[in-house]
């Protein structure tokens, strides 16, 4: 694992990447005691045809981070000892990256304060340190459809709150309402607003609804919502297959009545873990969207008939072949890590 200390007098120490093992830390550190702790989640990738080993998109994670950094009074390392700590940490794990398709080397760099001290107020220590693990789909349905339950109860983020930092409170706010969805047979809830009105994130992806077959809809991201780097990914691509893509605050109300009328489609999540998933079931106590893609009795009268998942598919094959080296990446969101291993 890739370690590196800050101190606020002698500022960041020496870089050092060593055995993975635990942390030792005092019991009055201030991420045990305020939460100052913040993360990313980012992939290595084996190429296909030339057994090089890459980044997807590592400058987006960088300024993610930066920017939670800030948000949480927190000391961030500069984007050299970032990349340049993950590229080296990845060259000397290099049999740890998978080569089979739909796999890689997760990475999840993390920053912590490790002052021992008992007061509200920013940490002057902390510790940034980066692990990995091979990894497979995130759904053990894959690329497969998932059932989704629209939380009515819990929140994830608030106005003017941690919504848009990938900080670990968020996620532990969370773990509740997962958890019951998942005892009730979903694989994550679609969480709303503080209004419980308006629709923002599916678990821990962005989400997009495909409106008509020919535009995408997908919530705006106005401090509540964290901002994905395949969201933006997904957004361009998207765009280059024609189809319109708006930003804005979406009423759950509205889906289930465009549902109804035959015009909602499709509806998938977008996220670094699985990349696309495309949403099978969207339900809640009152409503139950289906995507399989059969059209409602009034859409049959019609003659109406759908490709199911169709754009989740191709953007699935799309983003994995840019991944993997398979389709040219015309965007720059492939960085070099590091040469094939011998």
Known sequence: ?????????????????????????????????????????????????????????????????????????????????????????????????????????????????????????????????????????????????????????????????????????????????????????????????VTRQFVEEVGTMNVFFIIDGKEAHTPALDGTILPGGVRQVVIDLLKEMGLKVVERKIPWKELVDLKSQNKLTEAFGTGTAAVISPIGELTSAQFKLDFSGAPSDQGKDLGLSYEPFKYAKKLYEQISGIQYGEIPDKHGWITDCCAAAD
Not at 83 to 101: F, K, M, N, Y
């Open 1 to 193: 694992m890739f370690i590196a200390d800050y101190n606020r007098s002698r500022g960041w120490g020496e870089p050092q990447i060593v055995p993975y093992g635990p942390l030792s830390l005092d019991p009055g550190s201030s991420v045990l005691h305020y939460g100052q702790a913040l993360f990313e989640g980012m992939k290595a990738f084996r190429q296909t045809t030339s057994g090089r080993t890459v980044l997807f998109n590592p400058d987006f994670n960088y300024l993610r981070m930066q920017q939670g950094a800030d948000r949480l009074c927190m000391e961030m390392p500069s984007k050299e000892t970032f990349i340049e700590g993950i590229r080296a940490l990845v060259e000397i794990d290099q049999s740890w990256v998978p080569t089979s398709r739909g796999s890689s080397l997760y990475l999840r760099p993390t920053l912590i304060g490790t002052e021992a001290f008992l007061g509200v107020r920013p940490s002057d220590e902390y510790r940034f340190f980066v692990i990995a693990s091979p990894v497979s789909s995130y759904y053990k349905e894959g690329l497969g459809p998932v059932k989704i339950w629209v939380e009515p109860e819990y929140v994830r983020a608030a106005p003017g709150g941690l919504g848009a930092t990938k900080a670990a409170a968020n996620y532990a706010g969370s773990l509740k309402a997962a958890y019951q969805a998942k005892q009730n047979g979903y694989a994550q809830v679609l969480w709303l607003d």
